[in-house]
T-cell receptor, first 111, second 114 residues
């Protein structure tokens, strides 16, 4: 079945550092890929998405490129802020099926 | 104007009780979902309804029963609560069950069974 694997957390960085959170997926067809963010005590918010190979999703300084050849969708940000501290989820969706999530990566940014 | 609202936000109850969680969306979406998030933050789908019709029913104990009176509401009723049911339950909605549509999530209901 379809699955998503994210890098193990927690990840701790200093403010203005470069961020990469790795995400790889397994799917039988051509899924859409998503990154969601969950701030403490809140629900998940859609951060960005890409629906086909080589698409780049971007939002709030975050970017991720759909790489079919490596089945990856790594999240990057050039300069993180304390306010980026949250749990980040990679997810995929194939056809009309359910959204399948990775295990989440907790990110902490220190001032 | 909350897009997907869940009530209650917190629910503490004793083992064996029956409880309900309500969810409403004002986005005009056709599809609604229930997800369970465990203590390690892992998210697992439980149910999905499209226009009041059940389309996804994962391996969930029969004690859990969803009800969709109309396409804007999806409630979750849980019978005979057990300690292992303690988790955060998220309701979500989507414009349609299409691969390129993401979900809009509610803020969650933290259920604690004691």
């Amino acid at each position: 079945g379809n699955s998503v694997t994210q890098m193990e957390g927690p990840v701790t960085l200093s403010e203005e550092a470069f961020l990469t959170i790795n995400c790889t997926y397994t799917a039988t067809g051509y899924p859409s890929l998503f990154w969601y963010v969950q701030y403490p005590g809140e629900g998940l918010q859609l951060l960005l998405k890409a629906t086909k190979a080589d698409d780049k999703g971007s939002n709030k300084g975050f970017e991720a490129t759909y790489r079919k050849e490596t089945t990856s969708f790594h999240l990057e940000k050039g300069s993180v802020q304390v306010s980026d501290s949250a749990v980040y989820f990679c997810a995929l969706k194939e056809g009309a099926q359910k959204l399948v999530f990775g295990q989440g990566t907790r990110l902490t940014i220190n001032p | 104007d909350t897009a997907v609202s869940q009530t209650p936000k917190y629910l503490v109850t004793q083992m064996g009780n029956d409880k309900s969680i309500k969810c409403e969306q004002n986005l005009g979406h056709d599809t609604m979902y229930w997800y369970k998030q465990d203590s390690k933050k892992f998210l697992k789908i439980m149910f999905s309804y499209n226009n009041k019709e059940l389309i996804i029913n994962e391996t969930v104990p029969n004690r859990f029963s969803p009800k969709s009176p109309d396409k804007a509401h999806l409630n979750l009723h849980i019978n005979s609560l057990e300690l292992g049911d303690s988790a955060v339950y998220f309701c979500a909605s989507s414009q349609a069950p299409r691969r390129d549509y993401g979900y809009t999530f509610g803020s969650g209901t933290r259920l604690t069974v004691v």
